[in-house]
């Protein structure tokens, strides 16, 4: 499967990665974060080039992970915005500058320390259950297949198909996935 079909597969990480794997991407993200929002800024602070920024910028809009916001008329110029989907890789951040910290900082320690201002102390991000609040360790939790998943592999049973392995299911099912949503948005008019 090509890079620009990542999107098709039936894994939440690969259609996030579709939107945000490229690593100007995060960048951009991480400093719409600490308050960046002109195109010039964003120029100045991660030195990409101008193309570059533009794709990136225009992708994250189109996959509505920002806004366009005008913010002077003559000319039209516009700052860009985090929408709530934005928002919402906040934690991705928090968490991958955390695994940056413990794995890559060196000597000199992390570069950024968090500061929770609700307690007035110093935190790290922790992935919790959120049912009963234990840390969740990769040995104690197990991947469950989901509608389509579970849907593509009694279709191979039916037919007698080999069934891939668990890591190749998501890329797999993607020709499926798109046959099984078609017949479902069908069967709910």
Same mark, same amino acid.
């Given at each position: ?34 308050? +960046? &929002? ?7 602070? %991660?030195?990409?080039?101008? *193309?570059?920024?533009? =794709?990136? $910028?225009? #992708? ?22 985090? +929408? &709530? ?7 991705? %951040?928090?968490?991958?500058? *955390?695994?940056?910290? =413990?794995? $890559?900082? #060196? ?37 469950? *297949? ?44």
């Amino acid at each position: 499967m090509k890079w620009d079909n990542i999107d098709e597969q039936v894994c939440s990480v690969a259609r996030a990665l579709a939107v945000v794997g490229e690593r100007w991407t995060l960048l951009i993200v991480r400093d719409a974060f600490k308050g +960046t &929002r002109r195109f010039d800024d964003f120029h100045r602070n %991660l030195g990409v080039t101008r *193309h570059r920024l533009t =794709e990136r $910028l225009n #992708g994250l809009v189109d996959a509505g992970v920002m806004i366009k916001v005008p913010y002077t008329d003559r000319p039209v110029r516009y700052e860009y915005r985090l +929408t &709530r989907k934005g928002l919402g890789l906040y934690p991705v %951040l928090l968490t991958l500058s *955390h695994w940056g910290d =413990e794995w $890559l900082a #060196g000597q000199e320690g992390a570069p950024t320390v968090y500061w929770h201002t609700r307690c007035g102390k110093l935190t790290a991000p922790r992935v919790t259950c959120s049912e009963c609040g234990d840390p969740l360790k990769p040995e104690e939790v197990a991947p469950r *297949h989901g509608v389509v998943l579970d849907a593509y592999v009694q279709a191979c049973r039916d037919n007698n198909d080999a069934i891939p392995s668990e890591a190749g299911l998501p890329a797999a099912a993607a020709d499926f996935n798109q046959r099984w949503l078609a017949q479902h948005s069908e069967e709910s008019k």
